[in-house]
């Protein structure tokens, strides 16, 4: 399996999160954004959109983050990462889509406009990421209160919905999202226990 990325990209940060608990076997290929190769012929064969990640497997090839872990999850030996029962599943895909929908959307203006603009030489736009704020607390009394109900999205296993959140959330804890985040508990102790998964350490470091 190849991989095709960037250490410090969200999403390429969710697949490898993915592969780090599968303790599986993979070939790593940087892509790099400041020479456009995210846009290059080769790349948009397999990402027709022009970003990454994107993974072959033999004659197979895959795009979108989040269906590459399901992908991986399902055809690497080791713990699994989807619950076998419909319900915790479902749960599963519930909280996945709550990340896509209502955290990714509020947190990652916050951390573009904060962190990746700034990192390029730009100006964040202060009108955009306080209305990202006000969008953002509501959405995380809604996690903070079922995260009240046990250690991870779904109930006790550690499952790919904890990793869809992992990425944003690391880089949130360097913006003025952070006390919102941390202000909710659950979240907070949540956000602790997830982030000191040696597995995560290892991906958060670039490495």
């Not at 399901?70 to 915790?88: F, H, M, N, W």
């Not at 479902?90 to 896509?100: P, Y």
């Not at 919905?161 to 202000?183: F, N, R, V, W």
């Amino acid at each position: 399996m190849k991989i095709f990325g960037h250490p410090m990209s969200t999403c390429t940060r969710r697949v490898l999160m993915t592969l780090a608990e599968k303790q599986a076997k993979y070939d790593f290929v940087t892509l790099d954004f400041s020479k456009g190769e995210h846009k290059a012929a080769d790349n948009l064969t397999r990402q027709p959109f022009g970003q990454i990640p994107s993974l072959t497997d033999g004659d197979f090839t895959l795009f979108e983050s989040r269906a590459m872990a399901r992908y991986i999850d399902e055809v690497v030996p080791g713990q699994a990462l989807t619950p076998k029962a419909p319900k915790e599943r479902a749960l599963m895909e519930q909280w996945i889509s709550v990340e896509m929908e209502h955290y990714n959307p509020c947190v990652s203006t916050i951390v573009y406009n904060e962190i990746f603009v700034k990192m390029f030489g730009g100006a964040a736009d202060p009108a955009k990421v306080d209305e990202a704020k006000k969008k953002l607390g509501p959405v995380m009394a809604v996690l903070d209160k079922h995260l009240a109900k046990g250690p991870h999205f779904v109930g006790d296993q550690f499952s790919i919905a904890d990793i869809c959140y992992m990425p944003y959330t690391e880089y949130a804890m360097g913006t003025s999202a952070k006390d919102i985040l941390l202000g909710h508990a659950s979240f907070a102790a949540w956000w602790k226990r997830v982030s000191e998964r040696p597995t995560w350490k290892q991906i958060a470091a670039g490495k």
